[in-house]
């Protein structure tokens, strides 16, 4: 073999297996925990769409009940088995909007055993921050405080949604990310919620 097509073989070889390499970092996988809120419009899906357009590849699972908080999923089992045996980049944790004291202890309590067993398999704990229904609208602030204290304290990854969409209300006085039922989001609240999750998750891989 010549010398100038044995660098050449050598050169593009050295391509496709540095592009793997990228190819493998962007590569992750998340597990959704959550209510409907996160089944809601798919949005495990639409994040997966959303993090595609950033050269990022997700692969998901998604464990989500109608009206469950997070202890209700630790209570079943099911979510410790998948984290444990499936390796995941990022669990994403989400409950209702937890503006009052119970919903507060158990973003900080029953975190804090997600948080250990993430710990054991090298995976990143994240707080999907919803928002109160527009009925409750006035306790906005206790949501956001309280998403906020539980990620601190757990030294987990704050996905602060609820407070993106509470920036774009009360500068436009326009509640367009809420359905008809004034709580569950619309598409566009979905899609918003999308970005800001993939925003905040892989602003350090672009």
Same mark, same amino acid.
């Given at each position: ?46 994040? %997966?769409? #959303?993090? +595609?357009?950033?050269?990022?590849? !997700? ?8 009206? /469950?908080?997070? @202890? ?47 710990? %054991?398999? #090298?995976? +990143?704990?994240?707080?999907?921050? !919803? ?8 306790? /906005?602030?206790? @949501? ?63």
């Amino acid at each position: 073999m010549h010398r100038i097509t044995f660098l050449i073989l050598v050169f593009v070889g050295t391509i496709s297996f540095g592009q793997k390499n990228i190819d493998q970092k962007k590569t992750v996988s998340i597990l959704f925990i959550g209510n409907s809120l996160t089944y809601y419009n798919n949005l495990p899906e639409l994040v %997966k769409q #959303n993090a +595609k357009e950033q050269d990022v590849r !997700v692969k998901y699972e998604m464990v989500a009940k109608p009206n /469950y908080a997070i @202890v209700d999923h630790w209570a079943e089992g099911k979510v410790q088995k998948l984290i444990t045996k499936k390796k995941f980049d990022y669990v994403i944790l989400q409950q209702g909007p937890s503006s009052q004291n119970e919903g507060r202890q158990m973003l900080i309590d029953s975190g804090k055993d997600y948080k250990q067993l993430c710990d %054991k398999t #090298n995976t +990143k704990l994240c707080y999907y921050m !919803v928002w109160p229904s527009r009925t409750y609208y006035h306790t /906005y602030d206790g @949501v956001i405080k309280n998403h906020r204290d539980a990620a601190q304290l757990n030294d987990a990854i704050l996905l602060p949604v609820g407070e993106v969409w509470k920036a774009y209300f009360d500068r436009t006085d326009n509640f367009q990310y809420y359905g008809p039922d004034g709580f569950h989001p619309s598409l566009l609240g979905s899609k918003v919620a999308a970005r800001v999750i993939v925003e905040y998750l892989f602003k350090d891989k672009k």
